[in-house]
């Protein structure tokens, strides 16, 4: 194997590259790590319209700070072997010194990432069960925030391609736009009366699937008056793209005047609705197909 | 040479007749017809019988598998299983050709399978890529404007469908068929007429995936979420026998894979001296051979669905939406790694060779792919987090999901630690190697923030997530991709690659692909969700940019294309058979292999990354037994 | 320096005469393997059972009426478990030498499989439902047809290895020509040695597939008719 020059001078290279490495990085990620969360962490999605959006602000800016320390690993230590251990054009067949493994170093690895992974899920666990971080629940929900019963409930129904929404607190009413109270808590039940949406208001942190036949629950407590976008998550044909809205959470009294328009509005037409339920079968003989 | 004195050059006409692609696609067209009226004439009044059978339906079903019967038949496929029925032995062989035409037949060589792999993907890889290009047209304005909507879906559908589909079979198609094989010193694959029929399929498929535009497109984006799926035109079809046919073909390759690592291993190869690729296509294999299944049946349903009104996914008729998303994601997260073990097993076959180091941590390494395996099983749920399925196990799929990055880890920690201190080369398949470590652990670091449930509900279905799995995906397929065919092209068509054209090459596109896929971390963020034509006003300049840059990531890979062509079909610079000086076997063989890959079969005493332990041990001992075969 | 581990100039003659051992091998492997993707592919519909059981939307899991007739799914799967009992003795019969007896119970476990396959055809028209009458029927028409595409291709397996074995009956130890199963007719030497004696290896395959699948129908049985 003419080829295979094996001259490795195995011990000729004596410098501490470990400990560069390993003070660099520390150095790095005690300066990064602050100022990520500082800086970067409030500007985080999605935002403070909503506790759960807060919750999520807080989530991802701890996120970002345990991600950054592994980032700049990486960056430290390519950085200093891609330089420092560059082939020379001479000696580019030069073979290196045959390390195959270090106990030391794979249990290190391992017991570091391990301890990482498990704090990750301990605490996204821990914050989903809080107050259910705004995502859909499914029918029959864990993370119950307190005071669950006293919610206000609105009803999200998703069909190709618009949303309206129900109020069955106020006599099942349904509405074309969704208005929430300043600082209440909401349970909203998204369902479809089609295919699969997905009720999306991102600055309230809310994401939940509609689908045919299914209740999920999503929790939401509002702050302040505000609008927001309404947008479908989820691929649901043809236009898909233009299944957005603008939803609104006003003020208490506004919201009641409001409520009371919708209830004048809906009084003719409430004889052809539906009763309130929690998910609706649409014919089963009007099938696509 | 062969010593049959038959007439070499037979006139072109003569050569033309007989089973090969020619006569395939003929037969392929015919059998279309023959399905087309067949299930008009016969076919769907017996059906009838039990009740709403949808005929136009039906027809174009039974069409197409018409034509991928035709299509097998023309190439030759029938021949063999119709000799085995009348009674005649097994044999392993088809009759073998030589010259070019061999690449238009059933040829059951297993490098001839691997260079057809390599076109045939890469012709599907450049259209599906081109529909990507045509997404980033449409949204370079915040309001829908090129495309109607309907044909937007369509191209978003096709992209996704093309990659997801044709891509798995990305590297184990070309490289695991070409260099398994001669990795383990064995002349065939386990299963060679299998092998061949793994790749035919694959191009039936995706010209029926193409044929979806006559039909209508198709709206649901690669995912086929029902019920969407079930009132979606006739295009969703063409996905769905697309999909199945994709899933047939992967079940295949991974058997095969499996069992011509498993039994064919050359004498000495025990499964510590296996090079590390293997280990990785193996560990792909077993999650092609058994999620595979999974997605042919959960899309035969979701046909019945369509075609013979059963209600697997009907919520008023006693379905569930819910069964598909199960079902799919299922196979759907063993095929996310699927894609992105083999990038891992190629990282780690070429960072010796350019670090002039032993591979570290060998059985970490193993262990880490093996491990990715295993746990790929049991996270599926986390594509579905805001469904409302199964509520109470989102931190069970949190912390699963969060599991896998340890194995993940093994492979990076095994990868930096082969680099440490090594002498290292920076050439143009290292350079594609290092980008994965920094395309990977951006696309890693990203998926943090996807499993955690609470941080999952603003990212999930927004650019984030597509960003995310472009850069586990695209920075760590297509790139190790890329890094394979400037390391193995040279060994299996003798012909050596520029190495300033590869580095142009790779710079444009590692600096392309990441102007046009971190920005859209940002525009995930900000709350862009994927699929759909509009945006908001304020995010078009974040949009443009990402579109300018995803026109040069196309640029860079047409470049890629032209340069890669003009070499092989103009410049033919011959190929050493070494010329990476790397001691795994397949680069002591003579460029291109011959046919019959050994004189004898080769006997291993190490595994092939002992740099710096001294000379490389002969893998043909004098007095040594011929060994197998 | 060793010698080259390949020289440049050879023909496809190095390629023949490889020992059959290692397709024995690789057909059982294989097997193995091909038995546990089938295993994947019907566990999708072991779950769609269980999951449209349980959630029973719009309680159409199982409307009045639906109820698949038990005589003519045990007639089925009686004839499917009998003949891979068939060629389970069949198996024993050739690994003790005796050939005739083995093609006698094949040619029976075929006529089995075959008559269970047209009886599971008729039995579909004398159901009373059809594949829209509701989750059960989903699964019931999904999970029966595809278990007699699968039993139809067991059959075609089973019937090469008959085929070959009652074509070759007097040809004990004697080669059949080379490449005819390949369309070949240049082809001067086997590319596997002695192909025959793959018969064993393929029955012993074939016999282990079999009675896998026939698993497969039983617990369709259990669930689909019984429960």
């Known amino acids: 194997m003419a080829t295979h020059p094996t001259t490795a001078a195995p011990g000729a290279d004596r410098a501490p590259h470990g400990r560069r490495v390993i003070v660099a990085w520390l150095v790095l990620s005690i300066v990064a790590t602050p100022l990520v969360a500082i800086f970067l962490g409030p500007i985080l999605p999605p935002g403070n319209a909503s506790v759960q959006g807060s919750g999520q602000v807080v989530d991802n800016t701890v996120l970002t700070a345990t991600i950054t320390p592994v980032f700049c690993l990486l960056l430290v230590f390519f950085v200093y072997v891609l330089t420092r251990f560059r082939a020379a054009p001479a000696t580019a067949l030069e073979d290196g010194p045959p390390l195959r493994n270090h106990n030391g170093i794979q249990v290190t690895w391992i017991v570091v990432t391990t301890v990482v992974v498990l704090s990750l899920a301990g605490f996204g666990t821990f914050e989903l069960l809080q107050n259910g971080s705004g995502g859909g629940q499914g029918p029959s929900p864990v993370a119950v925030p307190a005071g669950a019963d006293h919610m206000m409930q609105v009803q999200v129904i998703g069909q190709q391609w618009n949303w309206t929404y129900r109020y069955p607190g106020y006599g099942g009413i349904e509405t074309q736009d969704l208005y929430l109270p300043e600082n209440t808590y909401v349970v909203l039940n998204v369902t479809s009366l089609d295919v699969i949406h997905s009720f999306w208001a991102y600055a309230l942190g809310v994401k939940a699937d509609a689908n045919p036949g299914v209740d999920n629950v999503a929790y939401l407590k509002t702050k302040g008056p505000r609008s927001f976008e309404i947008r479908c998550a989820e691929l649901c044909g043809l236009w898909h793209g233009y299944m957005y809205q603008t939803g609104h959470i006003v003020p208490q009294s506004q919201f009641a005047a409001w409520i009371k328009q919708q209830q004048t509005l809906n009084a003719s037409i409430a004889r052809y609705m539906p009763k309130y339920s929690r998910s609706y079968y649409p014919d089963p003989q009007r099938r696509g197909g | 040479m062969s010593t049959m004195a038959v007439d070499v050059h037979p006139p072109v006409w003569r050569r033309l007749i007989g089973f090969n692609l020619l006569t395939g696609v003929i037969l392929g067209v015919g059998g279309w017809y023959v399905g087309w009226f067949g299930a008009h004439a016969v076919v769907a009044p017996s059906l009838s019988f039990f009740g709403d059978i949808d005929f136009n339906e039906l027809s174009l079903v039974l069409a197409y598998l018409g034509g991928v019967v035709g299509f097998l038949t023309g190439l030759g496929f029938l021949n063999y299983p119709l000799a085995r029925l009348r009674g005649y032995p097994s044999s392993l062989r088809e009759k073998e050709t030589q010259g070019v035409g061999r690449y238009f037949t059933l040829c059951t060589d297993h490098k001839v399978v691997g260079i057809q792999y390599l076109w045939g993907i890469g012709l599907f890889f450049f259209i599906g890529g081109l529909n990507a290009m045509l997404i980033r047209t449409e949204l370079l304005r915040p309001a829908h404007q090129v495309f109607p909507a309907g044909t937007y879906l369509t191209i978003v559908g096709v992209h996704g469908s093309m990659m997801m589909g044709m891509m798995t079979s990305g590297i184990l198609g070309p490289f695991a068929n070409y260099l398994i094989p001669l990795m383990i010193g064995a002349r065939r694959m386990a299963f060679p007429r299998i092998e061949a029929l793994t790749f035919w399929i694959l191009m039936a498929a995706g010209v029926i995936l193409q044929t979806t535009i006559f039909w209508g497109g198709f709206p649901t984006g690669w995912t086929g979420y029902e019920p969407l799926n079930i009132e979606a035109y006739q295009g969703m079809d063409c996905y769905i026998l697309f999909f199945a046919l994709v899933g047939i073909s992967m079940t295949l390759l991974g058997i095969n894979m499996i069992v011509t690592i498993v039994t064919m291993r050359a004498p000495g190869l025990t499964w510590t001296r296996l090079p590390i690729f293997a280990w990785g296509v193996l560990s792909t294999a077993i999650l092609m051979a058994l999620a595979a299944p999974v997605l042919v049946c959960t899309l035969s349903l979701a046909l019945f669905d369509r075609v013979v009104q059963t209600n697997f996914f009907v919520a008023a008729q006693g379905g569930s939406s819910y069964l598909y998303e199960n079902l799919f994601w299922v196979f759907g997260h063993p095929e996310v790694y699927i894609l992105a073990l083999p990038g891992f097993a190629i990282v780690l076959e070429m960072l010796p060779v350019f670090a002039r180091k032993p591979l570290w941590g060998y059985r970490l390494a193993v262990a880490g792919l093996l491990g990715v395996s295993l746990l790929s099983w049991f996270v599926w749920q986390h594509h579905i987090f805001v469904s409302g399925i199964n509520g109470d196990l989102r931190p069970f799929y949190m912390l699963s999901t969060e599991l896998i990055s340890i194995p993940t880890g093994f492979t990076f920690i095994c990868g930096m630690m082969t680099l440490w201190r090594g002498n290292i080369r920076y050439t143009t398949p290292m350079l594609f190697c290092l980008a994965w470590f920094f395309n990977f652990l951006l696309g890693g670091l990203s998926g943090v923030f996807l499993s955690d449930v609470p941080s999952d509900v603003t990212t999930h279905g927004s650019f984030f997530s597509m960003a995310h799995f472009h850069y586990t995906i695209m920075g760590g397929l297509v790139f190790t991709f890329f890094a394979a065919i400037y390391y193995w092209v040279p060994k299996m068509t003798g012909i050596q690659l520029s190495e300033r054209l590869g580095k142009i090459h790779f710079w444009w596109m590692f600096l392309a692909f990441n102007s046009t896929f971190a920005p859209l971390f940002a525009i995930g963020f900000l709350g862009q969700p994927r699929r759909a034509v509009t945006y908001a006003k304020s995010l078009q300049f974040l949009n443009d940019w990402v579109s300018v840059s995803a026109f040069a990531l196309g640029l860079s890979l047409l470049f890629f294309l032209a340069t890669f062509v003009y070499q092989l079909a103009f410049v033919k610079k011959p190929a050493e058979a070494n010329p990476w000086a790397s001691r795994s076997i397949e680069f002591q063989l003579p460029s291109p292999v011959p046919v019959h890959n050994f004189d004898r079969i080769p006997v291993f005493s190490s595994d092939p990354y002992g740099y710096g332990e001294g000379p490389a041990p002969s893998w043909t001992p004098a007095g040594a037994p011929a060994g197998r075969d | 320096m060793a010698e080259p581990l390949a020289s440049p100039g050879t023909g496809y003659e190095v390629l023949e005469n490889e020992p059959p051992e290692l397709m024995g091998r690789g057909l059982r492997v294989g097997t193995y393997l091909f038995a546990g993707g089938t295993a994947f592919f019907f566990l999708c519909f072991l779950f769609a059972f269980f ?177």
């Open chain 3, 51 to 227: 999951y449209l059981r349980s959630l029973d939307n719009a309680g159409m899991w199982k409307p009045k009426g639906v109820d698949a007739s038990i005589p003519w799914g045990t007639v089925i799967v009686a004839l499917y478990v009998a003949s891979a009992l068939f060629v389970r003795l069949g198996l024993a019969d050739h690994v003790a030498g005796r050939h005739r007896e083995w093609r006698q119970k094949g040619v029976v476990a075929l006529a089995l499989g075959l008559a269970g396959l047209v009886v599971q055809a008729i039995g579909w028209s004398h159901q009373g439902f059809g594949p829209a009458d509701g989750g059960f029927a989903s699964v019931y028409f999904g999970w029966t047809a595809f278990l007699f595409l699968f039993v139809f291709g067991t059959m075609y397996w089973l019937e090469t290895v008959f085929a070959t074995s009652l074509r070759y009956r007097n040809t004990l130890t004697g080669q059949p020509a080379p490449g005819e199963a390949s369309g070949d007719p240049d082809r001067t030497a086997h590319d596997i040695q002695d192909p025959l004696s793959l018969v064993r290896p393929g029955l012993e395959a074939l016999s282990f597939y079999w009675t896998f699948l026939a698993g497969i129908a039983v617990l369709a049985w259990v669930l689909l008719y019984l429960v």
